[in-house]
């Protein structure tokens, strides 16, 4: 069964070698029958093993199909949209309260104390407004990041499993996750076909 997988793999093959005459010999046999002797050997005209066929590894750089294919872009675009337009709503706010600052700096001089007191609590209600504004774009950001990143990785997966199929493929995986690969496995970087897949 072809699969596509984004851990480690391990190929085994176990032979097992044919045991002795003696150790195959059926238990309970009577001492004469025990000692009688063996049929000649009937020579073993079957045909050894053909030799394993190669296990054919596909893999890919994930970054730069995200980065490069149009899908990727696409979702980057997006983010990046919302991204900005908190941006430009947070820095109005800092950009006024550094303005409220600087005024208030100037006046304070002149304030009694218990104007002086009234306006810089003022002052740092604003700011604590400016920082749960912060929070909220955080809190906004991070799920959409990571809707976005789902997003993309189940198509490049979708496309990686139809390419795998129809090229021959016995799996395909994250080119990170390609540490060692041993003599009897063919390996393919199918990064730029994915990428040229996913933006048909």
């Not at 596909?58 to 294919?69: N, P, T």
């Not at 700096?105 to 609590?121: D, N, S």
């Not at 400016?130 to 990041?145: I, S, T, V, Y």
């Not at 789902?150 to 496309?159: A, N, Q, R, V």
């Amino acid at each position: 069964m072809r699969r596509i997988v984004t851990g480690f793999f391990i190929i085994s093959v176990l032979a097992a070698a044919p045991l002795s005459a003696a150790e195959t010999a059926a238990p309970g046999l009577s001492p004469a029958a025990a000692s009688a002797p063996a049929p000649a050997a009937v020579q073993d005209n079957a045909a050894t093993p053909a030799a394993a066929k190669r296990f054919r590894v596909g893999y890919a750089d994930i970054m730069k199909i995200a980065e490069q294919s149009d899908a990727g872009k696409a979702a980057k675009a997006r983010f990046e949209e919302k991204a900005d337009r908190l941006k430009t709503q947070i820095d109005a706010k800092q950009k006024l309260l550094e303005k409220q600052k600087a005024a208030l700096e100037a006046k304070l001089p002149t304030y009694t104390p218990e104007q002086r007191a009234a306006k810089i609590k003022a002052y740092e209600k604003k700011v604590d407004e400016l920082r749960k504004l912060l929070q909220q774009a955080d809190k906004e950001m991070k799920p959409m990041q990571e809707e976005l990143t789902l997003e993309i990785f189940g198509k490049i997966e979708k496309t990686a499993g139809a390419y795998g199929a129809a090229h021959g493929f016995d799996i395909i995986l994250a080119k990170r996750e390609l540490l060692y690969l041993g003599s009897n496995v063919a390996a393919e970087d199918v990064t730029d076909a994915l990428i040229k897949e996913l933006n048909r």
